[in-house]
C-alpha cells in the first residue's frame, strides 16, 4: 500500500506542479514558505493516509472540496462520506479525463428491491447534474437541484431519507416511492 499509495500521491503532486502550478500550493509551501497563511485564489494539495482522511472527511468535511482516491480507497471513501448524509442512495459519480466524461450512480445493486418501485433515484439524478454542469447547462442542473431541495426540505422523500428525518423527529414526512420522488421533484422544479 505505501508503495501504490505513495506513487499515487506523488502523482497527484507532479500534476498538480505541472498542469495547474499557477493556482495551486502543497501544505509544505503554505507552512515552510508562506507562514500557513493560505492566499486568496490558490488551491491547497494536500495528502493524508487512509486511516486519516475517514476521519478527517467525518469530523472537518469543510476542509475538503475535492478527493483524488486510488480506486478502492475511493470506493471505502465515497461509501463512508455519502453514510454522513443518508446512505449509498445519494452518490452520484463521474469519471473524467480530457476528453470524456462519463457520469454515474456509484452505488451497488440492490436486487432485492426490483420491480418495486422504492429505491431512492437521488443518485443517478445528481449524476446527471453533474453531467448537464459539465456540458454548460447550469440553468437545467439548477432547476433539477432545486427540485431535489424543495422535495427534502418538504419530507416528501423515499423510504430510506424517511426513516432519517423520522427519527431525527420529523412528523411531517410523506414517504414516496422511486417514480414518486421523480415526480415530486419535478413538481418542484
Same mark, same amino acid.
Given at each position: 500500500? /505505501?508503495?501504490?499509495?505513495? !506513487?499515487?500521491? /506523488?502523482?497527484?503532486? %507532479?500534476? +498538480?506542479?505541472?498542469e495547474?502550478?499557477?493556482?495551486?500550493?502543497?501544505e509544505?509551501?503554505?507552512?515552510?514558505? $508562506?507562514? @500557513? %497563511?493560505?492566499? +486568496?485564489? /490558490?488551491?491547497l494539495?494536500?495528502?493524508?493516509?487512509?486511516? &486519516?482522511?475517514?476521519?478527517?472527511i467525518?469530523?472537518?468535511?469543510?476542509?475538503? &472540496?475535492?478527493?483524488?482516491?486510488?480506486n478502492?480507497?475511493?470506493?471505502?471513501?465515497?461509501?463512508? +462520506?455519502?453514510?454522513?448524509?443518508? #446512505?449509498l442512495?445519494? @452518490?452520484?459519480?463521474?469519471?473524467?479525463s480530457? %476528453?470524456?466524461? $462519463?457520469?454515474? +450512480?456509484?452505488? @451497488?445493486?440492490?436486487? /432485492?428491491?426490483?420491480?418495486?418501485?422504492?429505491?431512492?433515484?437521488? !443518485?443517478?439524478?445528481?449524476?446527471?447534474?453533474?453531467? $448537464?454542469?459539465?456540458m #454548460?447547462?447550469?440553468?437545467?442542473?439548477?432547476?433539477?437541484?432545486?427540485?431535489?431541495?424543495?422535495?427534502?426540505?418538504?419530507?416528501?422523500?423515499?423510504?430510506?431519507?424517511?426513516?432519517?428525518?423520522?427519527? %431525527?423527529?420529523?412528523e411531517?414526512?410523506?414517504?414516496? &416511492?422511486?417514480?414518486?420522488?421523480?415526480?415530486?421533484i419535478?413538481?418542484?422544479?
Amino acid at each position: 500500500m /505505501k508503495f501504490t499509495e505513495g !506513487s499515487f500521491a /506523488k502523482w497527484g503532486y %507532479e500534476v +498538480a506542479a505541472q498542469e495547474f502550478g499557477d493556482v495551486t500550493i502543497t501544505e509544505k509551501q503554505l507552512w515552510d514558505e $508562506l507562514g @500557513g %497563511e493560505m492566499p +486568496a485564489g /490558490k488551491i491547497l494539495v494536500k495528502d493524508r493516509i487512509a486511516d &486519516s482522511i475517514f476521519q478527517q472527511i467525518q469530523t472537518r468535511p469543510d476542509e475538503y &472540496s475535492v478527493l483524488a482516491l486510488p480506486n478502492l480507497n475511493g470506493d471505502y471513501m465515497s461509501d463512508a +462520506a455519502i453514510a454522513l448524509v443518508g #446512505g449509498l442512495g445519494l @452518490g452520484p459519480g463521474a469519471n473524467m479525463s480530457d %476528453e470524456v466524461a $462519463l457520469f454515474e +450512480a456509484t452505488h @451497488g445493486t440492490a436486487p /432485492k428491491y426490483t420491480g418495486q418501485d422504492k429505491v431512492n433515484p437521488g !443518485s443517478i439524478i445528481l449524476s446527471a447534474v453533474m453531467m $448537464l454542469q459539465h456540458m #454548460g447547462w447550469n440553468e437545467a442542473a439548477d432547476l433539477i437541484v432545486g427540485g431535489i431541495e424543495r422535495s427534502v426540505r418538504e419530507a416528501h422523500v423515499t423510504y430510506d431519507l424517511a426513516r432519517l428525518m423520522r427519527r %431525527e423527529g420529523r412528523e411531517d414526512v410523506t414517504e414516496v &416511492s422511486c417514480s414518486g420522488f421523480g415526480e415530486a421533484i419535478i413538481a418542484r422544479m
